[in-house]
């Protein structure tokens, strides 16, 4: 842990007493969203201190063109990047002739407040300036779910020692750029700087993917709360556009701007009716006003929260980590437009370019299907599948062929951009998980029909991946898949990584088992997929040679499957003989001393016991974890989330209570030293796996919902619902009994450890 400056509270992140060095750990943590847009925490009044600037857009990127010293044929052309788009949240503040500067004045009484139940961030501090004005400051923003292209901000200042001039200045800036450039290249191209009236406007595209967007505000002053009809004046640059309104404020009074800000954009609009589209959205938030608007706010997140919700009782610390999570998840994608997806950092940060990666399917698809209805989740497969030819394009540029699709390690729209050679040419497991999450809608929602529509031409070119990477072995005596990375990026260009070999062999099976499937049930869409892809039968049993011959390297000494070939080669020391001063070995070890170690970034073996857990036995999953579990440093935030499920099923509840609080806490206590950069919103669907697979033991057993629920000695009882097949089910586990409740209109049969337990609509049944 290296930081604990966050209070612990059930319900709010509360950051008191101000320390510039927090600003941006701060920044990252207090930031909000609305799955349209997001904001990292920046201060509306100028900040003169250390600090990381942004505002995004949800699905507007640049292709950034990749720097890299060597090339070779099918490395990406360009890295996508979300960009930092133009500020609407700034406000200039002045006092008496001085400009409001946190890093230049003395602060005290500071508190932040980011409010989850209701979805707003607040601020609130008094300051003494280098002039001696003493000021009370108090802020509220939000970005509103209920009209997604809209924020609100109110920003109140009350003199302390006497009367004060104070100006507020509400400005638009589009002369930003993103902290990770490559090249320093120039992202927007501004178009025009316009205003109405009191309201202002900044219409700019992004060069090269030729993103039209307009930024918009408009803002109102009062005084004691009782509006106030300044006169303002207006000043413009070559990139900003600002309002300047002046007050002669007694001391004890109380002066206010309500600015109202957002984005439109010619992904949802007409790219000529980008300015009518704001008039119309700051038209409709006058209207309806800052606090109505809060009100929609707060319902709009109590409906959210009605099925979402975690409940931990006796445990604050664990109680405020899943809510930080859930709500940062919701903050970054709600499942209302198929074109968008969730970065590792949502709209936090800038690091991993806002891009999509196999986090997606592994991690966040389960979160989405349980607490949403399957329509979302649904929605993340359908983004696959629109990349599809993508994905094909992707494997012919590596030189594969016959409609084998690859798809990529990092995208915005299909095309492969990371440019780490060692994963972006091996760590080709991304296709299984792929492939894993449509088994695994199915499995869970009952839902086949996604496979024949669309599904089924996926899986397919996933198979013929596989069918083409992997090489027959004389030596062994079956099928290899050489020179990849695994999981485990601490290892890159090995062979015979088992995860992926055995993603490959499954991947294939299953692509076999739903073509039968589609054959027998799906006639119209058999036909349909059989003459697009020009799928015949000889093929499949060449298919079929791979998976029933596929090498798994294995120890006979330590009865386990091992990482890849040459594993047991290696210096086997374990984490806890490895000195404290040593970790995280990524900031402080060269590369090749971290690829000759047995030190594993994340789940790998463990992973594929994961997803496959109905293929092994407690006694296998026992060696494996004993085996592998020594030797992980968690420097990934994907790997506490599924040692914690399976410690929790090895009945290692202590273990898995601290796997738990190392995933949920992940960004609050900066276990990595690295929040400053953005939160893991990725892994946060890993945090709710966490409770819900681990202690509650949720799975899907031959069609039926099952449970196994185990709770930590350090909490008095937590509850979860799960939105299983439209029935809703509230999960409510003590020290001493289990219940469960089912809302709705018919029964519900559930396996209680692998009893049949049958539920009535608004009984509570005892276990």
Not at 57 to 68: L, S
Not at 230 to 252: C, D, H, Q, R, W
Request: net charge negative; hydrophobic share 35%.
């Amino acid at each position: 842990m290296n930081q604990d400056y966050i209070k612990p509270d059930n319900w709010s992140i509360i950051e008191e007493g101000f320390d510039t060095k927090n600003v941006k750990a701060s920044e990252s943590l207090f930031s909000i969203g609305n799955g349209a847009m997001g904001q990292r925490a920046n201060f509306e009044e100028h900040y003169s201190g250390p600090t990381f600037q942004g505002s995004y857009i949800a699905g507007v990127y640049y292709p950034d063109k990749t720097r890299v010293g060597w090339w070779k044929n099918g490395y990406p052309q360009y890295f996508a990047k979300v960009l930092n788009a133009p500020n609407w949240i700034g406000i200039n503040v002045n006092i008496n002739g001085e400009a409001l500067d946190l890093f230049k004045c003395t602060v005290k009484n500071y508190r932040r407040e980011l409010n989850m139940q209701e979805g707003w961030l607040s601020r609130s501090f008094e300051a003494t300036l280098q002039n001696n004005t003493e000021i009370k400051i108090e802020t509220k923003r939000f970005l509103s779910l209920d009209i997604d292209e809209l924020g609100a901000i109110k920003y109140s200042i009350t003199p302390i020692n006497g009367a004060a001039k104070i100006s507020f200045e509400p400005y638009l800036d589009a002369g930003i750029t993103n902290e990770d450039s490559n090249w320093d290249d120039a992202f927007w191209n501004i178009t025009s700087i316009s205003r109405d009236q009191d309201r202002a406007y900044i219409e700019a595209h992004t060069m090269k993917t030729n993103f039209h967007t307009c930024t918009f505000m408009q803002s109102r002053c009062y005084l004691n709360d009782k509006q106030l009809n300044l006169p303002f004046e207006a000043l413009k640059t070559e990139s900003k556009i600002s309002f300047k309104y002046f007050m002669n404020v007694p001391k004890g009074q109380t002066f206010t701007i309500q600015k109202f800000g957002g984005y439109t954009v010619d992904r949802n609009h007409d790219k000529s009716e980008l300015i009518l589209e704001a008039q119309s959205t700051l038209h409709n938030a006058v209207e309806i006003g800052f606090n109505s608007l809060l009100e929609c706010q707060k319902q709009a997140w109590a409906e959210i929260w009605d099925m979402a919700d975690i409940t931990i009782k006796g445990d604050v610390k664990a109680q405020q980590g899943i809510r930080f999570n859930i709500f940062q998840l919701n903050q970054t994608y709600l499942g209302t437009d198929a074109r968008l997806n969730i970065g590792p950092k949502g709209f936090t940060g800038e690091k991993y370019g806002g891009s999509t990666y196999w986090d997606t399917e592994a991690y966040c698809i389960p979160f989405y299907m349980a607490t949403k209805n399957q329509k979302v989740a649904r929605k993340l497969l359908e983004y696959r599948y629109q990349h599809l030819d993508k994905a094909i394009e992707n494997a012919e540029k590596l030189g594969f062929s016959n409609g084998a699709a690859l798809f990529p390690m990092v995208t915005m729209n299909g095309e492969e951009c990371h440019n780490e050679w060692e994963i972006t040419f091996e760590e080709i497991h991304r296709n299984g998980a792929i492939a894993f999450a449509i088994f695994n809608y199915y499995r869970f929602t009952g839902d086949y029909s996604y496979i024949p529509e669309k599904g089924l031409e996926v899986l397919i070119a996933i198979a013929r991946f596989w069918h083409q990477r992997a090489t027959f072995s004389e030596s062994q005596n079956g099928y290899v898949i050489l020179g990849v990375t695994g999981p485990n990026e601490y290892e890159n260009n090995v062979n015979n990584n088992w995860y992926t070999n055995y993603l490959a062999q499954w991947c294939i099976n299953f692509a076999i088992e739903a073509i039968d499937k589609v054959k027998a049930e799906y006639n119209a869409d058999y036909d349909r997929i059989i003459n697009k892809t020009k799928l015949f039968n000889p093929e499949i049993e060449n298919w079929k040679a791979v998976a029933n011959n596929m090498y798994f390297p294995y120890s006979e000494k330590h009865r386990v499957y091992l990482q890849q070939d040459g594993f047991l080669d290696k210096e086997l020391i374990t984490v806890a003989d490895l000195e404290k001063a040593q970790r995280p070995i990524n900031q402080k070890w060269s590369w090749d001393r971290i690829l000759r170690s047995p030190y594993i970034k994340q789940a790998d073996v463990l992973q594929g016991f994961y997803f496959f857990e109905d293929h092994f036995g407690s006694d296998e999953l026992e060696r494996h974890f004993d085996f592998y579990e020594p030797y992980t440093v968690h420097e990934s935030s994907l790997s506490p989330c599924v040692h914690s499920i399976q410690a929790a099923k090895l009945d290692r509840m202590d273990q898995a209570y601290q796997f738990y609080l190392r995933t949920s806490r992940l960004d609050l206590d900066d276990y990595n030293n690295e929040v400053h950069e953005g939160l893991h919103i990725t892994s946060m669907a890993g945090t709710w796996m966490s409770i819900v697979e681990g202690f509650g033991g949720m799975r899907v057993k031959n069609n039926t919902l099952s449970f196994d629920p185990k709770i930590p000695e350090q909490w008095d009882a937590y509850s979860f619902k799960v939105n299983f097949r439209n029935q809703i089910l509230k999960v409510l586990v003590s020290q001493n009994e289990t219940n469960f409740e089912l809302e709705g209109k018919s029964d519900l049969q559930i396996l209680v450890k692998d009893k049949l337990i049958q539920i009535s609509p608004n009984n509570t049944v005892k276990i």
